[in-house]
């Protein structure tokens, strides 16, 4: 079974940058491709980026150019740098790790509000 942490969200303005993490515990053998989601009120979750085990990365075209995701395989764990942060923003963001298996992580809030 495998466990994943988030931690980074919070309250900004419009402009300002998050950095969110999401560490993977538990029997992790492999970790495959790594990804973050994001869900908005009354709104069906999207994929935002993902990154594959040798790095490559891919972005949701909404985010491409602000946000960043990158992995620390030593550490289990993913991040996803949010700069020029915009009220759209404005969702529960999720990690999925895939081990063999995907697991998702609890969701954690982030609000960009002025």
């Known amino acids: 079974q495998v466990q994943l942490v988030e931690s980074g969200g919070g309250l900004v303005q419009p402009g300002e940058s998050l950095r969110l993490s999401c560490a993977a515990s538990?029997?992790?053998?492999?970790?495959?491709?790594m990804s973050w989601y994001r869900q908005a009120p009354g709104k069906e979750r999207e994929l935002v980026a993902i990154?594959?085990?040798?790095?490559?990365?891919n972005y949701a075209d909404s985010v491409k150019g602000r946000f960043t995701i990158s992995r620390d395989n030593a550490k289990n764990t993913v991040y996803l740098q949010m700069n020029s942060l915009k009220p759209e923003d404005t969702a529960v963001y999720y990690c999925?790790?895939?081990?063999?298996?995907?697991?998702w992580g609890q969701g954690i809030q982030v609000t960009v509000s002025s």
């Open positions: 538990g029997r992790i053998f492999r970790l495959n491709v």
């Open positions: 999925k790790v895939n081990t063999g298996f995907d697991s």
């Open positions: 990154i594959s085990s040798s790095g490559t990365t």
